[in-house]
């Protein structure tokens, strides 16, 4: 690639403010230890936005996003936002219908060393990010959920061939650059037998073309489980948007907590950073939150883009980050109060940059 990255940075709201510069703080040094040139965008997104300019999402902020490569995008906190404001929309599902984010990729990984239910958990949940039950997302117009009389409503679940197979690639593909080479397409095709017998489908079609990897299928019911009892036996796992976004808060658990949560929402052109937490308004100002999830977003977001680009250097920073982060947890000195330690969100991340550049 013979150009800078260009990567945009959109802080959020509440513990955004503090998580998503420790991101950034380390991503810059990842770049400087590789010498990969990236060109830095901060727009203003959120409360803050809507406070100075009127808007969650500005106008021109799509526009602008079109231009890059990536974002990283800090936790939102739309239930706080002024209700029967036109302008004050929630802007996620916004970007991620917008830019076809279809793929959203949450690892669970475990630490020695770390207080967590499990120490030797690797697993990945890619879950289906534009369709399924969310009524935000799932329709073209209007609402997925309705209320046709007082006492009765409407839920609608929507599942096609062309978003379950694309999530089923980018499983396979991910499952690719991993050592056990194994994907687990959880659904339940015996009560869902058209939405879930569809996704199932389209997850065997597409194993087709990857012979060296191995697919199994779970229950949900059953994998929800397994992955509490015994979750070192998953690999990467692919599901539905609503079975995903149940399992990786599970899975986080499992490996300590939404703090210790990063994920990103792919699409064919563009990826986006965001932790799985929310803005977690109660320990927002305090300087307790932990950078980890947001600072590994940002981690997944170079790895993609050095994936998608061919730049060996992107890739090089991802592994950096996530050596020094590995350091840092190591050496447990300077660790958020939600990990057992006693550093601030910013001394946590001074340390995981100073890892990068030692
Ligand atoms: P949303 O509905 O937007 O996903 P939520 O209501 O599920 O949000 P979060 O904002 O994710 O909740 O926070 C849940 C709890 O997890 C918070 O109360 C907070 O204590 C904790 N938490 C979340 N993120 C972090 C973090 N980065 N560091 C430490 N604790 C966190």
């Known amino acids: 690639m013979n150009r800078a990255l260009k990567i945009g940075i959109l802080e959020g709201d509440d513990i955004g403010l503090e998580v998503v510069p420790e991101a ?14 990236i060109e830095w965008f901060p727009m203003p997104i959120g409360r803050k936005a809507f406070d100075q300019l009127g808007y969650t999402l500005p106008p ?17 906190g739309h239930q706080a936002y002024p209700k029967d404001q036109p302008n004050a929309i929630n802007p996620h599902p916004i970007l991620r219908k917008h830019f076809d984010l279809f793929a959203n990729i949450r690892p669970a990984k475990s630490y020695p060393g770390l207080p967590a239910l499990y120490h030797d ?10 369709e399924g039950f969310p009524p935000d997302r799932n329709t073209y117009m209007g609402n997925g959920e309705f209320r046709p009389t007082p006492d009765m409503t409407i839920s609608i679940r929507l599942v096609t061939r062309q978003g379950s197979s694309k999530v089923a690639r980018a499983a396979f593909e991910l ?3 991993r050592p056990r080479r194994k994907v687990t397409a959880v659904h339940k095709n015996t009560v869902f037998k058209l939405g879930c017998g569809m996704f199932a489908e389209e997850c065997r079609r597409v194993a087709q073309d990857y012979p060296d990897i191995t697919l199994d299928e779970v229950m949900v019911d059953t994998f929800g489980m397994r992955l509490v009892m015994k979750p070192q036996q998953f690999d990467v796992v692919v599901t539905t948007n609503t079975f995903g976004d149940i399992l990786s808060d599970v899975a986080a658990g499992l490996v300590g907590g939404l703090g210790l949560a990063p994920a990103l929402s792919a699409g064919p052109a563009r990826a986006m950073a965001q932790a799985t937490h929310g803005s977690a308004p109660d320990i927002a100002g305090k300087s307790i939150a932990n950078p980890y999830a947001m600072i590994m977003s940002g981690q997944m977001l170079l790895a993609w883009l050095g994936h998608k680009h061919d730049e060996p250097k992107a890739v090089k920073a991802a592994e950096v980050v996530e050596r020094a982060m590995q350091n840092v947890i ?7 109060p939600d990990l057992g330690g006693k550093a601030s969100t910013v001394e946590m991340g001074d340390a995981v940059a100073a890892q990068v550049q030692a």
């Open 121 to 130: 958990v690797d697993l990945i949940i890619v879950r289906e990010n534009n």
């Open 175 to 177: 499952a690719r650059t």
């Open 24 to 37: 950034i703080k380390v991503m810059r040094a990842a770049a400087a230890k590789t010498r990969l040139s």
């Open 60 to 76: 021109g902020t799509l526009e602008k996003l079109d231009t890059l490569d990536g974002w990283v995008l800090g936790p939102i």
């Open 330 to 336: 190591n050496a447990g000195k300077t660790l958020t």
